[in-house]
T-cell receptor
Framework: ETGVTQTPRHLVMGMTNKKSLKCEQH?????MYWYKQSAKKPLELMFV???????ENNSVPSRFSPECPNSSHLFLHLHTLQPEDSALYLC????????????FGPGTRLTVT | QKEVEQDPGPLSVPEGAIVSLNCTYS??????FMWYRQYSRKGPELLMY????GNKEDGRFTAQVDKSSKYISLFIRDSQPSDSATYLC?????????FGTGTRLTVIP
């Protein structure tokens, strides 16, 4: 595997389900990111892990919970989501910090029913 | 006011045309500027990465940054049908990173 990988690529879940998205980077980078991409809206930065320190966008609801066990793996735990959370969730990594170029994964298309 | 403003298009051009894509931004702290290309059902891929004002050229692509007017541009020369995608601009600095909404481009053979 090369670059940034994400699983699953597609996910349909009910509002009462609990699921997790997984991201893995094979680039030796030190920072990882979760983004939400909705139609006709800018990419929304949700969480940043830089050298295992977490930075979060205060507007992200608590039903989204990130986990970064090491510099290569990133998870996004989902619980009691709402239909408006349906979107493409993108993971990215950078060599050091968010001034660097972002390397994106292919995304997980999430549908909440 | 959005941190980064970008016309969503859509923009359609004939093959071989010169394409101009533009963004404006409001945050004076932005130092680094990026353009990403996103094909349907794929993640964004980096096209151009520039620091501060000036031009940067890479093949058919030229990125321009004018910090005095807070304006960033991407030019595509001799556009090809394979350039059909959504183009995202982004600015970063002082631990802030913001993207535009993206411009959807179609190059017609």
């Amino acid at each position: 595997e090369t670059g940034v990988t994400q699983t699953p690529r597609h996910l349909v879940m009910g509002m009462t389900n609990k699921k997790s998205l997984k991201c893995e980077q094979h680039l030796g980078h030190n920072a990882m990111y979760w983004y939400k991409q909705s139609a006709k809206k800018p990419l929304e930065l949700m969480f940043v892990y830089s050298l295992e320190e977490r930075v979060e966008n205060n507007s992200v609801p608590s039903r989204f919970s990130p986990e970064c066990p090491n510099s290569s793996h990133l998870f996004l735990h989902l619980h009691t989501l709402q239909p408006e959370d349906s979107a493409l969730y993108l993971c990215a990594s950078t060599p050091r910090n968010w001034d660097d170029e972002q390397y994106f994964g292919p995304g997980t298309r999430l549908t909440v029913t | 006011q959005k941190e980064v403003e970008q016309d969503p298009g859509p923009l359609s051009v004939p093959e071989g045309a010169i394409v101009s894509l533009n963004c404006t931004y409001s945050n004076s702290a932005f130092q680094y500027f990026m353009w990403y290309r996103q094909y349907s059902r794929k993640g964004p891929e980096l096209l151009m990465y520039t620091y501060s004002s000036g031009n940067k050229e890479d093949g058919r692509f030229t990125a321009q940054v004018d910090k005095s007017s807070k304006y960033i541009s991407l030019f595509i020369r001799d556009s090809q049908p394979s350039d059909s995608a959504t183009y995202l601009c982004a600015g970063t600095g002082a631990n802030n990173l913001f993207f535009g909404t993206g411009t959807r481009l179609t190059v017609i053979p």
